[in-house]
Protein backbone atom coordinates (compact mmCIF):
# COMPACT_ATOMS: atom_id res chain seq x y z
CA UNK A 1 0.00 0.00 0.00
CA UNK A 2 1.28 2.97 -0.80
CA UNK A 3 0.00 6.37 0.84
CA UNK A 4 -0.59 9.76 -1.23
CA UNK A 5 0.88 12.49 0.65
CA UNK A 6 2.70 15.70 0.29
CA UNK A 7 6.39 14.32 1.20
CA UNK A 8 8.56 14.25 -2.25
CA UNK A 9 8.05 11.25 -4.22
CA UNK A 10 11.23 10.02 -6.55
CA UNK A 11 11.49 8.08 -9.50
CA UNK A 12 12.55 4.99 -7.33
CA UNK A 13 9.39 4.96 -5.45
CA UNK A 14 7.37 5.35 -8.74
CA UNK A 15 9.06 2.35 -9.93
CA UNK A 16 8.10 0.58 -7.00
CA UNK A 17 5.09 1.25 -7.26
CA UNK A 18 4.05 0.78 -10.63
CA UNK A 19 6.26 -2.66 -10.70
CA UNK A 20 5.03 -3.63 -7.11
CA UNK A 21 1.46 -2.55 -8.31
CA UNK A 22 0.68 -1.21 -5.22
CA UNK A 23 -2.74 -0.18 -4.23
CA UNK A 24 -3.01 3.86 -2.80
CA UNK A 25 -4.52 5.62 -0.24
CA UNK A 26 -4.47 9.15 1.00
CA UNK A 27 -2.22 10.12 3.41
CA UNK A 28 -3.92 11.78 6.94
CA UNK A 29 -2.00 15.18 5.74
CA UNK A 30 -3.43 14.85 2.55
CA UNK A 31 -6.84 14.57 2.96
CA UNK A 32 -6.61 17.35 5.47
CA UNK A 33 -4.83 19.39 3.16
CA UNK A 34 -7.63 18.38 0.63
CA UNK A 35 -10.75 19.46 2.95
CA UNK A 36 -8.93 22.54 4.80
CA UNK A 37 -8.58 24.45 0.45
CA UNK A 38 -12.41 23.03 -0.28
CA UNK A 39 -13.53 24.37 2.90
CA UNK A 40 -12.08 27.88 2.23
CA UNK A 41 -13.14 27.85 -1.42
CA UNK A 42 -16.74 27.09 -0.25
CA UNK A 43 -16.25 30.03 1.93
CA UNK A 44 -14.67 32.48 -0.47
CA UNK A 45 -17.63 32.00 -2.97
CA UNK A 46 -20.40 32.05 -0.42
CA UNK A 47 -18.96 35.44 1.16
CA UNK A 48 -18.65 37.31 -1.92
CA UNK A 49 -19.08 38.46 -5.63
CA UNK A 50 -15.59 38.23 -6.77
CA UNK A 51 -14.94 36.69 -9.75
CA UNK A 52 -12.23 33.81 -9.68
CA UNK A 53 -11.07 32.20 -13.17
CA UNK A 54 -13.03 29.12 -13.60
CA UNK A 55 -14.84 29.09 -10.52
CA UNK A 56 -17.40 31.52 -11.25
CA UNK A 57 -16.37 32.80 -14.70
CA UNK A 58 -16.33 31.08 -17.87
CA UNK A 59 -12.56 29.61 -19.12
CA UNK A 60 -10.07 30.31 -21.51
CA UNK A 61 -10.97 33.63 -23.28
CA UNK A 62 -14.64 33.46 -21.78
CA UNK A 63 -12.70 34.30 -18.61
CA UNK A 64 -14.18 37.63 -18.29
CA UNK A 65 -17.96 36.44 -18.47
CA UNK A 66 -19.59 36.06 -14.72
CA UNK A 67 -21.43 32.68 -14.18
CA UNK A 68 -24.05 33.24 -11.28
CA UNK A 69 -23.96 30.13 -8.51
CA UNK A 70 -27.31 28.81 -9.94
CA UNK A 71 -24.91 27.94 -12.89
CA UNK A 72 -21.93 26.47 -11.52
CA UNK A 73 -22.26 22.90 -11.61
CA UNK A 74 -23.39 22.89 -15.27
CA UNK A 75 -20.48 25.23 -15.48
CA UNK A 76 -18.35 22.39 -14.71
CA UNK A 77 -20.21 19.52 -16.41
CA UNK A 78 -20.12 21.62 -19.75
CA UNK A 79 -16.39 22.49 -19.46
CA UNK A 80 -15.88 18.04 -19.00
CA UNK A 81 -17.85 16.73 -21.96
CA UNK A 82 -16.87 20.00 -24.24
CA UNK A 83 -13.17 19.29 -23.72
CA UNK A 84 -13.32 15.83 -24.09
CA UNK A 85 -12.89 16.44 -28.00
CA UNK A 86 -9.75 14.15 -28.56
CA UNK A 87 -9.02 11.92 -31.43
CA UNK A 88 -6.73 8.99 -33.00
CA UNK A 89 -5.24 6.36 -31.13
CA UNK A 90 -6.40 5.17 -27.72
CA UNK A 91 -3.67 5.94 -25.05
CA UNK A 92 -1.71 2.69 -23.62
CA UNK A 93 -3.21 1.24 -20.26
CA UNK A 94 0.70 1.80 -18.61
CA UNK A 95 0.53 5.57 -19.64
CA UNK A 96 -3.56 6.27 -18.37
CA UNK A 97 -2.63 3.95 -15.18
CA UNK A 98 0.65 6.44 -14.79
CA UNK A 99 -2.03 10.00 -15.82
CA UNK A 100 -4.52 8.32 -13.03
CA UNK A 101 -1.49 8.49 -10.41
CA UNK A 102 -0.44 11.63 -10.72
CA UNK A 103 -3.73 13.67 -11.41
CA UNK A 104 -4.48 12.46 -7.75
CA UNK A 105 -0.76 13.09 -6.42
CA UNK A 106 -1.12 16.77 -7.84
CA UNK A 107 -4.80 17.15 -5.99
CA UNK A 108 -3.58 15.79 -3.09
CA UNK A 109 -1.25 18.53 -2.23
CA UNK A 110 -4.33 20.80 -0.88
CA UNK A 111 -4.05 23.83 -4.01
CA UNK A 112 -6.54 22.66 -6.45
CA UNK A 113 -9.97 23.34 -4.20
CA UNK A 114 -11.84 19.75 -5.25
CA UNK A 115 -13.90 17.63 -2.56
CA UNK A 116 -12.10 15.05 -0.77
CA UNK A 117 -14.76 12.56 -2.32
CA UNK A 118 -13.74 13.38 -5.78
CA UNK A 119 -9.83 12.28 -5.39
CA UNK A 120 -11.01 9.51 -3.26
CA UNK A 121 -13.02 8.08 -6.61
CA UNK A 122 -9.79 8.92 -8.24
CA UNK A 123 -7.92 6.59 -5.90
CA UNK A 124 -11.17 3.63 -5.95
CA UNK A 125 -10.95 3.85 -10.37
CA UNK A 126 -6.44 3.41 -9.60
CA UNK A 127 -7.30 0.62 -7.19
CA UNK A 128 -9.33 -1.18 -9.05
CA UNK A 129 -7.86 -1.20 -12.32
CA UNK A 130 -10.50 0.87 -14.39
CA UNK A 131 -8.34 2.74 -16.78
CA UNK A 132 -10.64 5.61 -18.88
CA UNK A 133 -10.13 5.65 -22.34
CA UNK A 134 -8.21 8.51 -23.39
CA UNK A 135 -6.90 10.16 -26.79
CA UNK A 136 -3.27 10.75 -27.87
CA UNK A 137 -4.41 13.63 -30.23
CA UNK A 138 -5.53 17.08 -28.66
CA UNK A 139 -3.43 18.61 -26.57
CA UNK A 140 -1.07 21.46 -26.95
CA UNK A 141 0.25 21.32 -23.86
CA UNK A 142 -0.75 24.78 -22.21
CA UNK A 143 -3.61 25.48 -20.50
CA UNK A 144 -2.79 22.01 -19.12
CA UNK A 145 -3.17 19.08 -21.14
CA UNK A 146 -7.00 19.40 -21.51
CA UNK A 147 -9.14 16.77 -24.00
CA UNK A 148 -6.95 13.88 -22.57
CA UNK A 149 -7.57 14.85 -19.08
CA UNK A 150 -11.01 15.91 -20.03
CA UNK A 151 -11.62 12.10 -21.08
CA UNK A 152 -9.73 10.72 -18.01
CA UNK A 153 -12.23 12.52 -16.24
CA UNK A 154 -15.68 11.79 -17.99
CA UNK A 155 -15.86 8.19 -16.12
CA UNK A 156 -16.24 9.97 -12.64
CA UNK A 157 -19.28 11.62 -14.29
CA UNK A 158 -20.52 8.44 -15.73
CA UNK A 159 -19.89 9.37 -19.20
CA UNK A 160 -17.45 7.90 -21.53
CA UNK A 161 -15.53 4.53 -21.96
CA UNK A 162 -13.11 3.09 -19.72
CA UNK A 163 -11.45 -0.30 -19.72
CA UNK A 164 -12.38 -2.37 -16.37
CA UNK A 165 -12.35 -6.51 -15.93
CA UNK A 166 -10.50 -6.99 -19.11
CA UNK A 167 -12.69 -5.02 -21.51
CA UNK A 168 -13.68 -2.33 -22.57
CA UNK A 169 -17.02 -0.89 -21.63
CA UNK A 170 -18.97 2.41 -20.95
CA UNK A 171 -18.45 4.24 -17.85
CA UNK A 172 -21.99 4.06 -16.29
CA UNK A 173 -22.19 0.38 -16.45
CA UNK A 174 -18.65 0.23 -15.02
CA UNK A 175 -19.92 2.84 -12.06
CA UNK A 176 -22.87 0.18 -11.46
CA UNK A 177 -20.97 -2.76 -11.09
CA UNK A 178 -18.75 -1.39 -8.77
CA UNK A 179 -21.73 0.50 -6.97
CA UNK A 180 -20.86 3.54 -7.51
CA UNK A 181 -22.84 6.83 -8.20
CA UNK A 182 -22.18 9.09 -11.37
CA UNK A 183 -20.27 12.45 -9.33
CA UNK A 184 -21.85 15.82 -10.21
CA UNK A 185 -18.66 18.22 -10.13
CA UNK A 186 -19.03 21.67 -7.59
CA UNK A 187 -17.13 25.10 -7.91
CA UNK A 188 -13.39 24.16 -9.58
CA UNK A 189 -13.57 20.45 -9.63
CA UNK A 190 -13.75 19.89 -13.23
CA UNK A 191 -11.01 23.00 -13.90
CA UNK A 192 -8.44 20.93 -11.35
CA UNK A 193 -9.34 17.91 -13.16
CA UNK A 194 -8.35 19.10 -16.99
CA UNK A 195 -5.46 21.80 -16.00
CA UNK A 196 -2.35 20.24 -15.06
CA UNK A 197 0.14 18.36 -17.19
CA UNK A 198 -0.18 14.74 -16.36
CA UNK A 199 -0.89 13.84 -20.11
CA UNK A 200 2.42 14.93 -21.14
CA UNK A 201 3.91 14.01 -17.53
CA UNK A 202 2.72 10.70 -17.69
CA UNK A 203 4.41 9.77 -21.23
CA UNK A 204 7.70 11.38 -19.90
CA UNK A 205 7.56 8.79 -17.08
CA UNK A 206 6.59 5.73 -18.85
CA UNK A 207 9.46 7.03 -21.22
CA UNK A 208 12.10 7.54 -18.40
CA UNK A 209 11.13 3.97 -16.86
CA UNK A 210 11.85 1.97 -19.37
CA UNK A 211 14.62 3.79 -20.46
CA UNK A 212 16.49 3.01 -17.40
CA UNK A 213 16.09 -0.95 -18.41
CA UNK A 214 17.09 0.10 -21.71
CA UNK A 215 20.52 1.86 -21.21
CA UNK A 216 21.37 -1.04 -19.40
CA UNK A 217 21.09 -3.04 -22.27
CA UNK A 218 22.53 -0.67 -24.35
CA UNK A 219 25.40 -0.63 -22.45
CA UNK A 220 25.61 -4.52 -22.43
CA UNK A 221 25.00 -4.88 -26.07
CA UNK A 222 28.45 -2.36 -26.53
CA UNK A 223 30.28 -4.57 -24.15
CA UNK A 224 29.15 -7.94 -25.98
CA UNK A 225 30.10 -6.44 -29.19
CA UNK A 226 33.35 -5.52 -27.93
CA UNK A 227 34.28 -9.05 -27.86
CA UNK A 228 32.21 -10.23 -31.02
CA UNK A 229 34.38 -7.72 -33.09
CA UNK A 230 37.33 -8.49 -30.88
CA UNK A 231 38.26 -4.78 -30.06
CA UNK A 232 40.80 -3.07 -28.16
CA UNK A 233 39.91 -2.26 -24.20
CA UNK A 234 42.36 1.01 -24.49
CA UNK A 235 39.41 3.11 -25.57
CA UNK A 236 37.76 2.27 -21.89
CA UNK A 237 41.15 3.35 -20.09
CA UNK A 238 39.87 5.65 -17.21
CA UNK A 239 42.23 7.94 -17.48
CA UNK A 240 40.98 8.93 -20.77
CA UNK A 241 37.56 9.71 -19.08
CA UNK A 242 39.75 11.35 -16.29
CA UNK A 243 40.31 14.15 -18.56
CA UNK A 244 37.19 14.75 -20.12
CA UNK A 245 35.04 13.58 -16.74
CA UNK A 246 31.52 13.81 -18.11
CA UNK A 247 29.21 12.03 -15.67
CA UNK A 248 27.98 9.58 -18.29
CA UNK A 249 31.24 8.72 -20.15
CA UNK A 250 33.25 8.19 -17.24
CA UNK A 251 30.15 5.53 -15.78
CA UNK A 252 29.75 3.79 -19.21
CA UNK A 253 33.90 3.31 -19.31
CA UNK A 254 33.13 2.37 -15.60
CA UNK A 255 30.20 -0.24 -16.82
CA UNK A 256 32.68 -1.72 -19.88
CA UNK A 257 35.30 -2.39 -17.97
CA UNK A 258 33.61 -4.30 -15.49
CA UNK A 259 31.62 -6.28 -17.53
CA UNK A 260 34.20 -7.49 -20.07
CA UNK A 261 36.69 -8.08 -16.64
CA UNK A 262 38.33 -11.80 -16.84
CA UNK A 263 37.32 -11.76 -20.64
CA UNK A 264 39.86 -14.42 -22.03
CA UNK A 265 38.72 -12.48 -25.77
CA UNK A 266 39.46 -9.38 -24.58
CA UNK A 267 42.71 -10.95 -23.38
CA UNK A 268 43.91 -11.69 -26.77
CA UNK A 269 46.47 -9.74 -29.07
CA UNK A 270 44.30 -7.18 -31.37
CA UNK A 271 45.72 -6.65 -35.18
CA UNK A 272 44.10 -3.65 -35.44
CA UNK A 273 45.43 -0.35 -33.98
CA UNK A 274 42.07 1.71 -33.77
CA UNK A 275 38.29 0.21 -33.33
CA UNK A 276 35.58 2.17 -35.30
CA UNK A 277 33.46 4.74 -33.74
CA UNK A 278 30.66 2.60 -32.85
CA UNK A 279 32.62 0.67 -30.55
CA UNK A 280 35.51 2.84 -29.37
CA UNK A 281 33.56 6.16 -28.92
CA UNK A 282 30.75 4.26 -26.86
CA UNK A 283 31.65 6.09 -23.69
CA UNK A 284 31.09 9.62 -25.24
CA UNK A 285 28.19 8.28 -27.01
CA UNK A 286 26.10 6.19 -24.32
CA UNK A 287 27.68 8.39 -21.76
CA UNK A 288 25.61 11.72 -23.61
CA UNK A 289 22.50 9.70 -23.75
CA UNK A 290 22.85 8.62 -19.83
CA UNK A 291 23.91 12.23 -18.91
CA UNK A 292 20.24 13.66 -20.82
CA UNK A 293 17.93 10.53 -19.01
CA UNK A 294 19.53 11.47 -15.69
CA UNK A 295 18.76 15.49 -16.78
CA UNK A 296 15.22 14.42 -17.62
CA UNK A 297 14.65 12.53 -14.80
CA UNK A 298 15.54 14.97 -12.87
CA UNK A 299 12.56 17.63 -14.66
CA UNK A 300 10.33 15.24 -14.63
CA UNK A 301 10.73 14.41 -10.52
CA UNK A 302 9.92 18.02 -9.98
CA UNK A 303 6.72 17.97 -12.09
CA UNK A 304 5.31 14.72 -10.22
CA UNK A 305 5.95 16.66 -7.17
CA UNK A 306 4.05 20.07 -8.07
CA UNK A 307 0.59 21.62 -8.84
CA UNK A 308 -0.19 22.49 -12.06
CA UNK A 309 -3.91 23.37 -12.05
CA UNK A 310 -4.86 26.95 -12.28
CA UNK A 311 -6.12 29.02 -10.38
CA UNK A 312 -4.17 28.01 -7.37
CA UNK A 313 -5.59 28.26 -3.81
CA UNK A 314 -3.59 29.32 -0.79
CA UNK A 315 -5.84 28.74 2.42
CA UNK A 316 -2.72 30.25 4.46
CA UNK A 317 -2.66 33.77 2.56
CA UNK A 318 -6.15 33.88 2.01
CA UNK A 319 -5.04 34.13 -1.51
CA UNK A 320 -6.85 32.37 -5.07
CA UNK A 321 -4.50 33.74 -7.90
CA UNK A 322 -3.92 32.60 -11.48
CA UNK A 323 -0.81 32.19 -12.87
CA UNK A 324 0.32 29.39 -15.43
CA UNK A 325 1.88 26.31 -13.73
CA UNK A 326 -0.40 24.34 -16.54
CA UNK A 327 2.28 25.23 -19.33
CA UNK A 328 3.99 22.07 -19.94
CA UNK A 329 7.02 23.94 -21.42
CA UNK A 330 9.37 22.13 -19.11
CA UNK A 331 8.16 18.97 -19.48
CA UNK A 332 7.98 19.46 -23.75
CA UNK A 333 11.98 20.57 -23.76
CA UNK A 334 12.36 17.63 -21.70
CA UNK A 335 11.05 14.94 -23.84
CA UNK A 336 12.35 15.98 -27.08
CA UNK A 337 15.43 16.17 -25.65
CA UNK A 338 15.16 12.75 -24.58
CA UNK A 339 14.04 11.27 -28.09
CA UNK A 340 16.95 12.47 -29.46
CA UNK A 341 19.24 11.19 -26.86
CA UNK A 342 17.94 7.55 -26.79
CA UNK A 343 17.35 7.73 -30.83
CA UNK A 344 21.10 8.38 -30.64
CA UNK A 345 21.67 5.13 -28.22
CA UNK A 346 19.72 3.33 -31.42
CA UNK A 347 21.52 4.86 -33.88
CA UNK A 348 25.24 3.58 -32.72
CA UNK A 349 23.64 0.52 -31.80
CA UNK A 350 22.60 -0.31 -35.86
CA UNK A 351 26.42 0.83 -36.56
CA UNK A 352 27.84 -1.58 -34.46
CA UNK A 353 25.02 -4.59 -36.12
CA UNK A 354 26.57 -3.07 -39.14
CA UNK A 355 30.31 -3.75 -38.13
CA UNK A 356 29.58 -7.30 -37.24
CA UNK A 357 27.78 -8.32 -40.36
CA UNK A 358 30.21 -7.11 -42.51
CA UNK A 359 32.67 -9.56 -42.82
CA UNK A 360 35.66 -8.28 -40.84
CA UNK A 361 37.99 -9.39 -38.06
CA UNK A 362 37.34 -13.16 -38.67
CA UNK A 363 34.06 -13.01 -38.40
CA UNK A 364 31.50 -14.39 -41.49
CA UNK A 365 29.52 -12.32 -44.02
CA UNK A 366 26.11 -11.89 -42.64
CA UNK A 367 27.36 -14.25 -39.41
CA UNK A 368 25.70 -17.69 -40.99
CA UNK A 369 28.38 -20.30 -41.27
CA UNK A 370 27.55 -20.98 -45.41
CA UNK A 371 27.57 -17.29 -46.81
CA UNK A 372 25.77 -17.50 -50.26
CA UNK A 373 23.44 -20.00 -49.79
CA UNK A 374 22.37 -18.73 -46.26
CA UNK A 375 21.67 -15.16 -45.88
CA UNK A 376 21.65 -14.86 -41.99
CA UNK A 377 21.56 -11.51 -40.43
CA UNK A 378 21.81 -9.44 -43.67
CA UNK A 379 18.12 -8.29 -43.65
CA UNK A 380 17.83 -7.81 -39.42
CA UNK A 381 20.74 -4.85 -40.37
CA UNK A 382 18.06 -3.73 -42.68
CA UNK A 383 15.47 -3.93 -40.69
CA UNK A 384 17.46 -2.07 -37.67
CA UNK A 385 18.14 0.33 -40.34
CA UNK A 386 14.98 1.37 -41.46
CA UNK A 387 13.94 1.78 -37.79
CA UNK A 388 16.85 4.03 -37.01
CA UNK A 389 15.75 6.68 -40.18
CA UNK A 390 12.04 6.29 -38.39
CA UNK A 391 13.50 7.63 -34.95
CA UNK A 392 15.52 9.97 -37.10
CA UNK A 393 12.32 11.89 -37.91
CA UNK A 394 10.25 11.57 -34.96
CA UNK A 395 13.20 13.50 -33.40
CA UNK A 396 11.98 16.84 -35.13
CA UNK A 397 10.76 18.94 -31.92
CA UNK A 398 7.40 19.25 -31.19
CA UNK A 399 8.27 22.01 -28.84
CA UNK A 400 9.85 24.46 -31.61
CA UNK A 401 6.42 25.13 -32.89
CA UNK A 402 3.53 27.06 -31.52
CA UNK A 403 0.15 27.58 -32.69
CA UNK A 404 -2.12 30.53 -31.36
CA UNK A 405 -5.67 29.36 -29.87
CA UNK A 406 -8.91 30.38 -27.90
CA UNK A 407 -9.17 33.57 -29.60
CA UNK A 408 -5.82 34.49 -29.01
CA UNK A 409 -5.60 33.89 -24.83
CA UNK A 410 -3.48 31.01 -25.53
CA UNK A 411 -1.17 32.52 -27.63
CA UNK A 412 2.16 30.30 -27.23
CA UNK A 413 1.59 26.44 -26.43
CA UNK A 414 4.31 24.60 -25.90
CA UNK A 415 3.22 20.61 -27.26
CA UNK A 416 4.42 18.99 -25.10
CA UNK A 417 1.62 15.86 -25.88
CA UNK A 418 3.04 15.75 -28.96
CA UNK A 419 6.23 15.63 -27.71
CA UNK A 420 5.44 12.65 -25.52
CA UNK A 421 3.60 10.70 -27.85
CA UNK A 422 6.43 10.62 -30.39
CA UNK A 423 8.96 9.93 -27.78
CA UNK A 424 6.74 7.04 -26.34
CA UNK A 425 7.65 5.28 -30.13
CA UNK A 426 10.92 6.12 -30.34
CA UNK A 427 11.37 4.56 -26.55
CA UNK A 428 9.76 1.33 -28.86
CA UNK A 429 11.94 1.62 -31.63
CA UNK A 430 14.72 1.57 -29.45
CA UNK A 431 13.71 -1.92 -27.30
CA UNK A 432 13.46 -3.19 -31.15
CA UNK A 433 17.06 -1.99 -32.14
CA UNK A 434 18.69 -3.18 -29.03
CA UNK A 435 17.01 -6.85 -29.61
CA UNK A 436 18.75 -7.02 -32.80
CA UNK A 437 21.93 -5.74 -31.78
CA UNK A 438 21.69 -8.37 -29.05
CA UNK A 439 20.83 -11.14 -31.59
CA UNK A 440 23.69 -10.06 -33.91
CA UNK A 441 26.35 -9.88 -30.59
CA UNK A 442 25.16 -13.08 -29.36
CA UNK A 443 25.39 -14.40 -32.82
CA UNK A 444 28.87 -12.79 -33.33
CA UNK A 445 30.22 -14.45 -30.25
CA UNK A 446 29.75 -18.06 -31.78
CA UNK A 447 32.54 -17.52 -34.13
CA UNK A 448 35.02 -16.50 -31.32
CA UNK A 449 34.63 -19.94 -29.70
CA UNK A 450 36.43 -21.78 -28.30
CA UNK A 451 37.65 -18.16 -26.80
CA UNK A 452 34.84 -16.72 -24.69
CA UNK A 453 33.71 -13.83 -23.50
CA UNK A 454 33.18 -12.23 -19.69
CA UNK A 455 31.29 -14.55 -17.34
CA UNK A 456 28.65 -11.95 -17.17
CA UNK A 457 28.63 -11.90 -21.18
CA UNK A 458 28.22 -15.66 -20.79
CA UNK A 459 25.93 -15.81 -17.86
CA UNK A 460 23.45 -13.73 -20.40
CA UNK A 461 24.27 -16.15 -23.47
CA UNK A 462 23.51 -18.87 -22.21
CA UNK A 463 20.27 -17.80 -21.16
CA UNK A 464 19.69 -16.40 -24.06
CA UNK A 465 20.45 -19.44 -25.68
CA UNK A 466 17.54 -21.08 -23.76
CA UNK A 467 15.10 -18.66 -25.77
CA UNK A 468 17.00 -17.88 -29.18
CA UNK A 469 19.21 -21.29 -30.84
CA UNK A 470 22.31 -20.02 -32.92
CA UNK A 471 21.65 -19.39 -36.46
CA UNK A 472 22.82 -22.22 -37.90
CA UNK A 473 20.58 -22.18 -41.36
CA UNK A 474 18.45 -19.24 -42.65
CA UNK A 475 14.66 -19.14 -40.44
CA UNK A 476 12.20 -16.37 -39.65
CA UNK A 477 14.57 -13.84 -38.10
CA UNK A 478 11.24 -12.10 -37.06
CA UNK A 479 10.38 -14.43 -34.77
CA UNK A 480 14.03 -14.33 -33.54
CA UNK A 481 13.78 -10.64 -32.77
CA UNK A 482 10.22 -10.55 -31.73
CA UNK A 483 11.65 -13.39 -28.78
CA UNK A 484 14.74 -11.13 -28.30
CA UNK A 485 12.46 -8.44 -26.83
CA UNK A 486 10.69 -10.49 -24.63
CA UNK A 487 13.66 -11.74 -23.60
CA UNK A 488 14.83 -8.51 -23.06
CA UNK A 489 11.71 -7.09 -20.86
CA UNK A 490 12.45 -10.26 -18.55
CA UNK A 491 16.23 -11.09 -18.48
CA UNK A 492 17.39 -11.02 -14.61
CA UNK A 493 20.74 -10.06 -15.45
CA UNK A 494 19.44 -6.75 -17.15
CA UNK A 495 17.63 -5.76 -13.89
CA UNK A 496 19.59 -6.82 -11.05
CA UNK A 497 23.57 -6.51 -12.16
CA UNK A 498 25.16 -3.81 -10.31
CA UNK A 499 27.90 -3.64 -12.44
CA UNK A 500 24.82 -2.27 -15.14
CA UNK A 501 23.74 0.22 -13.05
CA UNK A 502 23.23 3.42 -14.66
Known sequence: ??????????????????????????????????????????????SGDELYYGINTGFGSLCNVAISKNDIEDLQYNLVVSHAAGTGDAVPNDVVRIMLFLKIQSLAYGNSGVRLEVVQRLVDMYNCDMLP????LGSLGASGDLAPLAHLSLPLIGEGYVWCDGHRQRADIALKTKGWNP?????????????????????????????????????????????????????LDPRI???????????????LRAILENSPISATEKNSVQDPYAFRCVPQVHGASLDTLHYVEGVLETEINA???????????????????????????ALDFLAIALSELGSISERRVYQLISGQR????????????????????????????????????????????????????SMAANAGTKLYRVVQNLERLLAIELMTAMQGLEFRQPLTSAPLVEAVKAAYREVVPKLTVDRIIHNDIENTIAFLRTAQQFKGTSVLEI
Not at 11 to 39: G, M, V
Not at 241 to 253: D, E, I, L, M, W
Not at 317 to 325: A, F, R, Y
Not at 391 to 413: F, R, W, Y
Request: with cysteine; hydrophobic share 40%.
Open 1 to 46: MHHISPDHLSFDQLAHIFSEKQPLALSDEAQHNITRCREYLEQKIA
Open 133 to 136: EVFQ
Open 183 to 235: LRFQAKEALALLNGTQFSTAYGVWAVLESRLLARVAQFNAAAGYDAFNCRLSP
Open 241 to 255: HAVRPHRGQVKTAQT
Open 307 to 333: VTDNPNLFPDDDLIVSGGNFHAQPIAL
Open 362 to 413: GLPPFLTPDPGLHSGLMIAQYTAAGIVNQNKTLCMPASVDSIVSCNGQEDHV
